[in-house]
């Protein structure tokens, strides 16, 4: 598994929480192979900021 840095995953939920797309288009902006890797990404940051 790809590990991410804390910027990178950061960018990615922020342009997430901006509304600036969906899960499909993040991977092929942020270069990401798998769909679900973005979906992941994202709900393991909110998870954390909520827990």
């Given at each position: 598994m790809?590990?991410?840095d804390?910027?990178?995953?950061?960018?990615?939920?922020?342009a997430y929480l901006a509304?600036?797309?969906a899960y499909a288009s993040f991977a092929n902006r942020f270069g990401i192979r798998r769909i679900?890797?973005?979906a992941e990404l994202i709900w393991n940051c909110?998870?954390?900021?909520?827990s």
């Open positions: 790809v590990k991410y804390e910027g990178f995953k950061l960018s990615v939920v922020n509304g600036e797309g679900m890797a973005i909110v998870r954390k900021i909520i």
